[in-house]
């Protein structure tokens, strides 16, 4: 039975918590369950569970995904924007959590800090799911991995170049992190290209370095972008602000957004794909600023899988929720 996993009841809060076996189960039964759904074979695996679906902030791929997802599997979610519940300065946190165990099957939470979600799983009885953080966003990771593995058959080996690019307003590192939490443990070649000052922790760089050591992958962190992207099989575009900057608000201001003029160079161009594999894929996860971060050339090109990508959440959520919640 699902519920008799190895992985049930487990939080599913940063990809540093899974190993690289354990994160291929939950790709192997995302791709079952993808295949099921395109050939209309019923799965209502968590039929009767009921998901909470916290947002502090907006999504449109996280609540459609998640919602349509426990749908799909033959369960039901609850949405609850911070107008629809006693956020934290009302109830503490740590009652909520209590609270929710007692009705539902499974927290998903997309919050401002990544600690709260932390602390909110340490009270909850029942599965907490990172829907995105300040710190990290495995679910989206872990879609972009998976378009990755559906497209090479593989993951080991494969050079994917996260690449900083300009956007008018502040977004999280949380995908950088998380990039770096997983990748150099399967084996993969990360390259980070940013500019000075915008570099990921020094403790996440340290763990996905010794990580990279035990598999064989490799870490690097360059301010050049053509080094970044050539021979890559995977480039992903990313904007984001020093974490410092980041969690004072999305309108704090950053060197980007205070001198736009010295950044807005990082714009991934044809001329920046041409340097890498001839079948690189460009992954994007969305919303993109469509003329700052990348062109309408690149975005809609045969080498973009940004919508292949936005699918791959739905599978991949469903697999992680099929595979933990009790």
Avoid at 196 to 215: C, M
Wanted: proline fraction near 5%.
């Amino acid at each position: 039975m699902e519920n008799e996993l190895p992985l049930s009841g487990r939080d599913f809060i940063s990809l540093r918590d899974f190993t690289a076996e354990e994160l291929y189960m939950f790709w192997d039964k995302a791709i079952e369950l993808k295949h099921k759904l395109k050939r209309g074979e019923p799965h209502e695996l968590l039929r009767g569970k009921t998901l909470a679906m916290i947002f502090e902030f907006p999504s449109t791929r996280t609540r459609t995904s998640f919602e349509t997802g426990m749908q799909q599997l033959g369960g039901h979610a609850i949405f609850f924007s911070p107008q629809h519940y006693w956020t934290k300065e009302k109830e503490e946190p740590k009652d909520t959590a209590r609270v929710l165990s007692r009705y539902v099957n499974g927290v998903m939470i997309r919050a401002y800090n990544h600690e709260e979600v932390v602390e909110f799983a340490k009270w909850a009885d029942i599965p907490v799911y990172n829907a995105a953080t300040n710190y990290e966003h495995p679910c989206q990771v872990m879609a972009d991995f998976m378009t990755t593995l559906e497209k090479r058959k593989r993951l080991e080996g494969i050079k994917h170049a996260v690449v900083w690019a300009y956007c008018k307003f502040n977004k999280p590192l949380g995908i950088v992190n998380s990039v770096l939490h997983a990748g150099p443990k399967l084996g993969m070649d990360i390259t980070i290209a940013c500019p000075e000052g915008y570099d990921p922790d020094q403790h996440v760089i340290e763990y996905a370095t010794k990580e990279a050591k035990l598999s064989g992958g490799k870490v690097a962190i360059t301010r050049d972008v053509k080094e970044a992207v050539t021979g890559a099989d995977v480039i992903h575009i990313k904007g984001w602000a020093p974490h410092e900057i980041f969690v004072k608000g999305i309108e704090a201001k950053a060197p980007h957004t205070e001198r736009p003029e010295m950044y807005k160079k990082w714009i991934v161009t044809r001329e920046v794909i041409d340097l890498a594999k001839r079948d690189v894929m460009i992954q994007h996860a969305l919303p993109v600023s469509r003329g700052e971060e990348a062109t309408d050339e690149v975005l809609e090109g045969p080498n973009s899988v940004i919508f292949d990508e936005a699918e791959n959440r739905l599978h991949v959520q469903k697999a992680i929720m099929t595979l933990t919640m009790r």
